[in-house]
């Protein structure tokens, strides 16, 4: 009883974590793959399928804080609280510090430049998070990872 009213407590006094949408509707074509360091291989991400000129919707309520090119493709980033989540290849006509709510559009899927090398085998979205730590998966907001469970 004590525990519980305890936990209860702390609930209610904890912030609340916000909850993330999916930018696109298709289908997720690669997971997240937390990379053994911070510079070694990984996936630090999640492509959901789309096509080009597909919108492309804010996950969550915040600030565009970069719209622009990274290497062969444009990528736009949305800040909230002490998160980031991006994403590529999206054109945008937004600019930085415009305020943009959950489910808002925010951009396009468009073609990257000729020299990018797509890492699905058809049109897909790369949509990435991270906070002060690192990257993580964006379906530890929005839901969809499997338990974890301890092995025998």
């Not at 492509?47 to 736009?76: H, M, W």
């Not at 559009?105 to 002060?132: A, K, L, M």
């Amino acid at each position: 009883m004590i525990q519980a009213l305890i936990l209860s407590l702390l609930l209610n006094y904890l912030p609340a974590t916000p909850a993330l949408a999916m930018p696109a509707p298709g289908t997720i074509l690669n997971q997240y793959l937390a990379p053994l360091t911070p510079y070694s291989g990984g996936h630090r991400g999640i492509d959901i399928e789309s096509q080009i000129n597909e919108e492309v919707l804010s996950p969550a309520t915040g600030t565009i804080s970069f719209v622009g090119k990274v290497g062969y493709r444009n990528l736009i980033t949305v800040s909230f609280g002490d998160k980031k989540s991006s994403l590529e290849p999206v054109c945008s006509e937004l600019l930085e510090g415009t305020l943009v709510t959950q489910g808002e559009v925010i951009g396009r899927v468009c073609e990257p430049d000729p020299q990018y090398q797509w890492h699905c085998e058809i049109t897909c979205i790369h949509f990435g998070i991270r906070n002060s730590d690192g990257y993580f998966s964006p379906l530890a907001l929005i839901g969809g990872l499997s338990p974890s469970r301890l092995v025998p």
